[in-house]
C-alpha cells in the first residue's frame, strides 16, 4: 500500500530585521506537498506596502495576529483541518512566538509548534546602540552582519530604503526586553547555528524557558543567517517536528 499522505500544515514565516516576506520565496519551491509555506510581512513592508507602519511592539503582535488569523480562515474555506506552526528568524523569531502566544491566550487556534532561529530570548537582548549610528555606521554594520545583497547597500535609493526599514525594526526590538510574560504552552524547536557570532546555541536554547511544552534544539553548520543559507536543512527539521 502507498504510504498515507501527511496532512497539510501552514508555515508562517517571519523575516529578520530590514526584510520582507520574499527572502521565503525560495522555500516554497522546496517544501514537500503537504508543507505550505507563507510569508508574513509587517504592515508597511513588502506585500503590505501601502499599510501604515506600526511602531509600538504589543500593538504590531497583535495586529500580525489579526492577519494570521484571518489568512488561517480564509485558507481554512478549501482545507477545513489546516493545521498550522511559525518560523521566525532573528528578529522575526520573537514576533513569531508572541504572535503563536497572542493566538492560543485569545481562544483563537495556538499553533502545532513554533520553530525560532538566531535570536536572543527578551531577557538576554543587549542594550540596542544602534539609533544613535548615522546612515552611513549603519549601512556599514548591515554589510558587517551578512545577509543582506550586496547591490542592496551600494544602490542609493535602495539602500536608504534598507537603512529606514532597519531603523524601524530595530525601534520595535528594543521593546523586546519589556515583553517579560511572554510565554506559551506552544511546543518549541529552536535551531542554533554553530558560528553564530551573536547568538550562541546555549543562549539559543534559553527560549525553552518561555514555554511549558517540551523543546527541541538543533544545531546546523554556519553563520548567523545559516537557516536562511540552508533552506533544505531547515525544511527537513521543520517537516520532522510537524509530522511527530
Known amino acids: 500500500m502507498p504510504p498515507t499522505p501527511s496532512p497539510p500544515v501552514r508555515l508562517y514565516c517571519f523575516p529578520h530585521a530590514?526584510?520582507?516576506?520574499?527572502?521565503?520565496?525560495?522555500?516554497?519551491?522546496?517544501?514537500?506537498?503537504?508543507?505550505?509555506?507563507?510569508?508574513?510581512?509587517?504592515?508597511g513592508?513588502?506585500?503590505?506596502?501601502?499599510?501604515?507602519?506600526?511602531?509600538?511592539?504589543?500593538?504590531?503582535?497583535?495586529?500580525?495576529?489579526?492577519?494570521?488569523?484571518?489568512?488561517?480562515?480564509?485558507?481554512?474555506?478549501?482545507?477545513?483541518?489546516?493545521?498550522?506552526a511559525t518560523f521566525g528568524h532573528s528578529f522575526g523569531a520573537t514576533l513569531s512566538l508572541a504572535v503563536g502566544a497572542t493566538l492560543a491566550r485569545t481562544a483563537r487556534q495556538a499553533p502545532e509548534r513554533a520553530i525560532l532561529s538566531a535570536a536572543l530570548p527578551p531577557p538576554l537582548q543587549p542594550p540596542d546602540t544602534?539609533?544613535?549610528?548615522?546612515?552611513?555606521?549603519?549601512l556599514a554594520k548591515i554589510a558587517a552582519d551578512g545577509g543582506t545583497p550586496r547591490e542592496l547597500l551600494t544602490d542609493g535609493a535602495m539602500s536608504?530604503?534598507?537603512?529606514?526599514?532597519?531603523?524601524?525594526?530595530?525601534?520595535?526590538?528594543?521593546?523586546?526586553?519589556?515583553d517579560t510574560a511572554l510565554h506559551t504552552d506552544v511546543p518549541l524547536t529552536l535551531i542554533a547555528a554553530r558560528q553564530d557570532a551573536y547568538v550562541t546555541p546555549d543562549q539559543m536554547w534559553q527560549w525553552s524557558h518561555h514555554s511549558s511544552a517540551p523543546s527541541r534544539h538543533a544545531e546546523i553548520p554556519g553563520g548567523h543567517f545559516a537557516a536562511l543559507q540552508q533552506p533544505k536543512e531547515i525544511l527537513t527539521i521543520v517537516g520532522e517536528d510537524l509530522s511527530r
Open 18 to 43: 530590514g526584510a520582507t516576506s520574499s527572502v521565503y520565496r525560495p522555500w516554497k519551491t522546496l517544501a514537500p506537498p503537504h508543507l505550505q509555506i507563507k510569508g508574513i510581512d509587517p504592515p
Open 160 to 178: 536608504r530604503y534598507l537603512v529606514r526599514l532597519m531603523r524601524e525594526d530595530y525601534a520595535v526590538r528594543r521593546q523586546f526586553p519589556q
Open 130 to 138: 544602534t539609533a544613535a549610528l548615522t546612515d552611513e555606521e549603519l
Open 45 to 84: 513592508r513588502g506585500t503590505r506596502t501601502r499599510e501604515p507602519h506600526i511602531a509600538d511592539y504589543r500593538t504590531l503582535v497583535d495586529s500580525l495576529a489579526d492577519h494570521l488569523a484571518a489568512d488561517l480562515r480564509q485558507a481554512r474555506k478549501n482545507t477545513p483541518h489546516l493545521r498550522y
